[in-house]
């Protein structure tokens, strides 16, 4: 009692169903069962009744209905209620059985247990049986037990007589070598003079003592013989399979013995000729079996459910393609016996192994496969045959599609094919384009069709071709009926971008077919904006692709009164786009608008005449090849008779207007207007007009020149045309300026021009309908600065006995300031942009165009900027204010009385001041000021700026100690950045290092300097404050 048993396995509560989950599925059969009989009873119909039907199962005179149709009806129903009642009773017994689950659960746990013990002692008697069998081939008969255990314990018995045998003796190597030279010659004048040597083995070499004989893709085997007599049979030594996989076993092992002894007896009796007959049928046996093992391992995993393996006697059969609707399909592999009334042999056929292919029931005879029989694999095989079926499916689809003649001229059909992969196998299909095609493909192991790219529709289809109710004839219906739905569908999303309408008329295909003449699979009618009601677009879908018409119905559209199909070559080079639609909605409203536009000429006695004409398509891969469309020709004079001043400009030859478009929102005609200007004098002002592109006018360098109009549909076109003609004067008179400044002119229209007045700069000026011009900048220009002065500059008045020729003398201004100001400006930014985290240091203030004004705070110190001119000679003077202005023309730091400069700082300004020497002849000091050219007002205000900046956060004025401060960035006072690669100065390095050697006299002097500024009279002070400023007010422009 000591030990107890083990404790019974519990059997876990995870491997229950629970008692919820039986009462649902059972409730729901019990309501399915119910569904069932009731329908079963409704299907059942009652016998006529003599005297009436019945009511409620009773006759007329009240006695129930005995007929069979009626008893059945009740046997039905009982008996499906007494088989509920079973189920039911059944379930009242286990809910009876769940209140006591935990006992109940234990005698489970007893049970599983009683069930376990019972098979662990059925499992000792079967290995007790199978152990007794295994010992029979062990039994000898009487055995010597007691020698048998002596040997076993000591190795030897001394009652066992001694037999007195010689051990043999050990040959030496040179003698072993000699004895195997003697058999390898003998053996190869056996084969060459005595042997008859079947025709399957005349591949045979001699070696080490043996004759090796190679069967190819099957098996090489050595046989040897041990006596000169040649009628000696041969002995069996040794075989090796030369295809795999193959299986290997030991040298000594049953299968080695079993063969050899085979063999051997093969070759007592039938020779060598013997023997390969039974190597080579056994192994055609044994790589079919290999192919079998193959197959059925194919079926359990990467193939399970698509493969079906049948081994019948020496064959196998492996059907493919199980759920593929149809006949069946399947490969045999097999022995056949090699018996051919074509063949030249006369001895005895050679069997070999054979692959029947059936396709939909039907053996394919006509295709030859070609397997490899040294490398086994069937799956190899089996992916060589589907590659064929699928090239077969998809050549025939093809076939059915690329039938001949023009009507499928639009439909194209490429197969991929390949022998080998059937992945590798598709059929590319396209209708009116390549934008609209699928690829239709197989999948190897189900055979099931496969449609990319996905769309709802290629969904629909292929689920028809792979579960369709009827047997299908051929799928190239499906796939023409997909390709142009997919058309359809492309062609009304695009009308939808364009805010096309779908027109609702109830017209059917017969009536359209009527119409066009011609088949149609599907069509569809729109109306663009703006289109009267009687007429719309018809895009007809038939199997060359894609066409469109203009259709005019009959009032309320009951009907078609006419149609005519628009001129387009190349329409089935892709898929309509929205431009393409657009195309097309401009040739159809030019050729309506075309009459509407003639009965206004003609009601305004203005002189015209039309030409048709065929306008190319500038895209060469263009849908619309060609467009159908129209020219009118108007005479000049009959627009310029009230401007007879400017009537000289143009020439007489007339002006050529085409249509151009509609815009069905603003229910605007536009149109092309080309003239010519009489050339005379300008024709270096055209030619720089033509070098500019253009939006809605175009000049030629000959003066041929054209413009868009756009004007409401059915309205005159003379008051606009003219209107233009007047702008494009305007126009002329400003390029005459733009030339004298020699500024390049990018863009150019009769509202705006855009030029560049240097190589990384350029502004745009438009002109307003009342006279107002607009100068717009680049967000990152700098002279945005001054946008809203050189704007007001450039809307000075002109004088009316001006020439157009001559320059303007607000416009002379407006670029001279442009060129000047923009490396002043640009500098500006530039120091903007390096004191970002201190936006007031310095604080940039806008006088004017050529004023400005830099105040510091850190250090105290400000500086004007002006802008002298003399003649042709510009330049900029920048001025310290503290030596050259009032104080009350200083800023307010400035200006009291006490205040003075750091010290060393007005040194350092002194010295840039004061000094003789010139950087690049473009900036230099002039004694309180800097002097500067517009080329180098930039590198001397970054000069100056460096300067004061060396200073920052000493202090504002030199009321302290000077702080001694590193130049880190290697600037000298009035030269360029080491950093820049610039020299320093000479003059100013000596200079610098004197102060440096100087600072602490400098310090020393600091107080005293301090004390003589209080002691200055103020009589100074207030001469200073009565002088007039010499600058007006301050103006900061964005």
Not at 38 to 56: F, S
Not at 644 to 651: D, M
Not at 923 to 929: K, L
């Amino acid at each position: 009692m000591d030990q107890l048993p083990p404790e019974i396995q519990h059997i876990a509560e995870e491997t229950y169903f629970p008692l919820s989950k039986i009462v649902t599925r059972m409730s729901q059969e019990s309501l399915n069962g119910l569904e069932e009989v009731l329908t079963t009873i409704a299907d059942m119909r009652d016998a006529p009744q003599p005297n009436g039907p019945t009511t409620n199962g009773l006759t007329l005179n009240g006695s129930p209905d005995a007929s069979e149709a009626n008893v059945g009806k009740k046997r039905t129903f009982l008996k499906f209620a007494e088989d509920q009642r079973d189920i039911f009773t059944k379930l009242l017994v286990m809910t009876e059985w769940a209140r006591n689950a935990p006992e109940v659960q234990k005698l489970i746990d007893l049970n599983y247990w009683g069930n376990v013990q019972l098979q662990e002692l059925d499992a000792v008697v079967g290995n007790f049986a199978e152990l007794k069998n295994a010992m029979a081939a062990a039994r000898e008969p009487n055995p010597d037990i007691a020698t048998a255990l002596e040997i076993l314990s000591t190795g030897k018995a001394p009652w066992m007589p001694d037999l007195g045998l010689l051990p043999p003796q050990r040959i030496p190597p040179q003698n072993a070598l000699r004895l195997l030279r003697h058999i390898d010659t003998m053996l190869s004048l056996r084969l060459n003079l005595h042997e008859d040597i079947p025709r399957h083995l005349r591949n045979w070499k001699v070696g080490s003592g043996r004759a090796t004989f190679v069967i190819p893709s099957e098996c090489e085997f050595d046989v040897m013989s041990h006596s000169e007599d040649t009628s000696s049979p041969w002995l069996f030594a040794d075989m090796r399979f030369l295809f795999s996989p193959a299986p290997t076993f030991p040298t000594e092992g049953h299968f080695q013995f079993s063969l050899s002894h085979k063999l051997n007896y093969v070759l007592q009796t039938s020779g060598l000729s013997g023997c390969f007959d039974f190597l080579h049928e056994y192994i055609m046996t044994h790589k079919i079996a290999i192919l079998r093992n193959q197959a059925l391992q194919l079926q359990r995993t990467d193939w399970a459910e698509s493969i079906k393996v049948e081994p019948i006697r020496r064959s196998l059969v492996v059907q493919y393609w199980l759920d593929r609707p149809g006949k069946k399909n399947w490969i045999e592999i097999g022995v056949a016996s090699g018996k051919s009334k074509k063949s030249s042999w006369r001895g005895p056929a050679l069997p070999f192994i054979t692959v029947r292919w059936f396709r939909e029931g039907m053996e394919a005879e006509d295709t030859a496969l070609e397997f490899d029989w040294q490398d086994l694999s069937l799956e190899r095989m089996l992916k060589q045959v589907i590659a064929r079926h699928v090239s077969h499916i998809l050549v025939e689809t093809r076939n059915q599609l690329a039938s001949p003649g023009a009507s499928r001229q639009g439909l194209s059909a490429i197969a991929k094919l390949s022998e080998e992969e059937p992945a590798e196998c598709s059929l590319s299909v396209s209708l009116g384009g390549p934008n609209n095609s699928t690829t239709v493909s197989i999948n190897p192991i189900t055979g099931r069709y496969a449609l990319r790219p996905c769309s709802p529709l290629s969904v629909a289809v292929e689920n028809g071709i792979n579960y369709p109710r009827e047997p299908l004839k051929e799928i190239g219906s499906r796939i023409s009926g997909l390709l142009s739905a997919a058309l359809q569908d492309g062609v009304n999303r695009q009308a939808q971008h364009l805010g096309w309408t779908h027109a609702k008329h109830a017209l059917r295909v017969e009536a359209i077919k009527e119409a066009v003449k011609g088949d149609v699979l599907r069509f569809s009618l729109f109306r663009p904006q703006g289109w009267p009601s009687k007429w719309v677009l018809a895009a007809i879908i038939d199997s060359s692709g894609s066409s469109w018409w203009i259709v005019e119905l009959r009032p309320q559209g009951t009907g078609i009164q006419w149609a005519e199909r628009l001129k387009m070559d190349g329409s089935q080079a892709r898929s309509m786009t929205t431009r393409d639609l657009g195309r097309i909605e401009k040739g159809a409203v030019a050729w309506i608008s075309l009459v509407n536009t003639a009965q206004v000429f003609a009601s305004q006695n203005v002189p015209y005449r039309v030409e048709r004409v065929i306008t190319p398509n500038p895209r060469p891969d263009a849908d619309l090849a060609i467009l159908q469309g129209w020219v009118m020709w108007i005479e000049v004079t009959a627009l310029l008779e009230k401007n007879e001043r400017n009537k000289e400009a143009w020439s007489p030859a007339g002006l050529r207007v085409t249509y151009q478009g509609f815009n069905p929102r603003t229910g605007m005609v536009q149109r092309i207007v080309q003239g010519t200007m009489l050339p005379a004098s300008d024709m270096e002002l055209y030619k720089l007009m033509a070098k500019s592109p253009k939006e809605d006018f175009d000049i030629k360098e000959n003066g041929g020149f054209s413009f868009l109009i756009s004007t409401p549909f059915g309205e005159s076109i003379i008051e606009p045309i003219a209107a233009r003609l007047r702008d494009l004067a305007r126009l002329r008179s400003f390029f005459f300026i733009i030339k004298e400044r020699k500024m390049v002119v990018e863009s150019s229209s009769l509202e705006k021009v855009t030029f560049r007045y240097t190589a990384a700069h350029k502004a745009t000026v438009t002109f307003g309908k009342d006279g107002h011009n607009n100068l717009i900048f680049h967000p990152n220009n700098p002279q945005n600065r001054i946008r809203t002065l050189l704007a007001a500059m450039l809307n000075e008045k002109r004088t009316a006995s001006q020439s157009p020729s001559i320059a303007d003398a607000s416009l002379q201004k407006f670029s001279l300031q442009l060129v000047s100001t923009l490396p002043l400006l640009r500098a500006l930014d530039r120091i903007e942009q390096e004191s970002l985290p201190y936006n007031s240091n310095p604080t940039i203030h806008v006088h004017g165009t050529g004023a400005y004004r830099l105040t510091y705070t850190d250090p105290v110190c400000s500086f004007d900027i002006r802008l002298k001119s003399k003649k042709d000679d510009t330049s900029w003077i920048i001025e310290d204010n503290l030596r050259t202005k009032a104080s009350d023309a200083r800023p307010a730091a400035e200006r009291p009385v006490e205040f003075k400069r750091l010290e060393k700082l007005d040194t350092d300004l002194r010295l840039l001041f004061d000094s003789e020497e010139q950087m690049a002849v473009k900036w230099y000091g002039i004694d309180r000021a800097l002097g500067a050219t517009v080329d180098g007002v930039e590198d001397a205000l970054r000069v100056l700026h460096e300067t004061v900046m060396k200073y920052k956060g000493i202090g504002g004025n030199d009321s302290g100690p000077v702080v001694k401060r590193n130049n880190d960035a290697g600037v000298g006072v009035g030269g360029r950045s080491n950093s820049s690669g610039g020299p320093q100065r000479p003059q100013f390095q000596q200079q610098q290092q004197q102060q440096q050697q100087q600072q602490r006299q400098q310090q020393q002097q600091q107080q005293q300097q301090q004390q003589q500024n209080q002691q200055q009279p103020r009589q100074q002070n207030q001469q200073q404050q009565n002088r007039k400023p010499e600058r007006h007010d301050v103006i900061e422009i964005d």
